[in-house]
């Protein structure tokens, strides 16, 4: 099983910007197939936010194109998530996701 670990999160005022970062450790993800970053709002369900496949499709979700981009790095083995002119209704914890394997999520504030 692969150990996931996110770091990166914290408060940021709006308009600001966050990079998190996935590390990934006993698998390499270049035998990976999808690697995610999803979140969760308080009482909200969990959602997609950018996903990358091992064919290189990207996908982000509507709230967040042309302010995100994930992008993997196999040397480091991380997956990460530059997030830019960051709102409040980004404020959610933030996981990621590497095929059936999670980490334990990290916490962005958006909030002036």
Do not use: H
């Not at 933030?94 to 909030?111: K, N, P």
């Amino acid at each position: 099983q692969v150990q996931v670990a996110e770091s990166g999160g914290g408060w940021v005022q709006p308009g600001g910007s966050l990079r998190l970062s996935c590390a990934a450790s006993g698998g390499s993800i270049v035998n990976m197939y999808v690697l995610s970053w999803y979140r969760q709002a308080p009482g909200k369900e969990r959602e997609l936010v950018a996903s990358i496949t091992s064919a290189g499709t990207v996908l982000y979700a509507d709230s967040v194109e042309d302010r995100f981009t994930i992008s993997s790095d196999n040397a480091k083995n991380t997956v990460d998530l530059q997030m830019n002119a960051l709102k409040e209704e980004d404020t959610a914890v933030y996981y990621c996701a590497l095929d059936q394997d999670w980490g334990q999520g990290t916490q962005v504030t958006v909030s002036s």
